[in-house]
């Protein structure tokens, strides 16, 4: 059973920085992909970026291009979103979750989720 957990959130100034991790465990993350999504209050839950495992190669929403980058240390089975420039809007409670498609993008295509964490950017 997959388990994972997201930790770095906080609140922070616009165009100012915050790292999230997600440390993963329960299975080989050797196949799949590892996504980000975000949930702001009265919207659905929205894309951010995935990151396959094995080859790192990574994919995002326009709306972070740019700005997000998002890697991996697989010694660690940890994945990490760096925010960058971040501004209010970008405020949600930010999830990570864990696919064995290496094409994984929309939510029903990942099959494990963590508990959320909060990010807050104030104006």
């Known amino acids: 059973q997959v388990q994972l957990v997201e930790s770095g959130g906080g609140l922070v100034q616009a165009g100012g920085s915050l790292r999230l991790s997600c440390a993963a465990s329960?299975?080989?993350?050797?196949?799949?992909?590892l996504g980000w999504f975000r949930q702001a209050p009265g919207k659905e839950r929205e894309f951010v970026g995935t990151i396959r495992w094995r080859t790192s190669v990574t994919y995002y929403a326009d709306s972070v291009k740019g700005r997000f980058t998002i890697s991996r240390d697989n010694a660690k089975s940890t994945v990490y979103l760096q925010m960058n420039s971040l501004k209010p809007e970008d405020t949600a409670v930010y999830y990570c979750?864990?696919?064995?498609?290496?094409?994984?993008?929309?939510?029903?295509?990942?099959?494990?989720w963590g508990q959320g964490i909060q990010v807050t950017v104030s104006s």
């Open positions: 329960g299975r080989t993350f050797s196949l799949g992909t």
């Open positions: 979750a864990d696919s064995l498609s290496n094409y994984a993008r929309a939510t029903n295509t990942f099959g494990s």
